[in-house]
């Protein structure tokens, strides 16, 4: 079987983008291996930088793949839940086929309002139990297939 990896950059203080996180765990597939890093672990490397000024994704969660390829926004969203279990996986292919450019207008949206309408935390704290096997706090909790390409793009807070 080919190996489905993800590592998943998101806001590690927006309630809303915890929610999103649990909801994605809760439904992932069992051949999926899926890892999440709060923006506050990482320093984007200038290649990201510039990446973001290109697309305006400053405020953005990222998601890169096995397929060696950094997305942005709703792109990022929509390919860390193509793996999910049924329904809401093929609901994210069939959400995939939505130009873009609509899509990022909602993701935008939400992405301004996320902290007036959930709120958020003081700090970023990483689950622990179960759900810490998800979250990375280094280099070395990454997927062996994804390491390289994460170490393009994001460097972790020592």
Known sequence: MISKSSVVLFDGVCLFCEGWVNFVINHNSDQHNIVFVPLQLVTPREKTKEKLDAKGGGDSIFCITNDKILYLKSDASLKAMR?????????????????????????????????????????????????????????????DDIRITFSKYFTFIQ
């Open 83 to 143: 793996h999910l279990r049924e329904p809401y996986g093929i609901g994210a292919r069939i959400l995939f086929h939505i130009p873009s450019f609509f899509r990022n207008w909602v993701y935008d949206l939400i992405g301004r309002n996320r902290y007036n309408i959930w709120g958020k935390k003081d700090v970023c704290t990483l689950p622990t139990g179960d759900r810490a096997k998800y979250f990375g706090k280094n280099v070395n909790d990454l997927p």
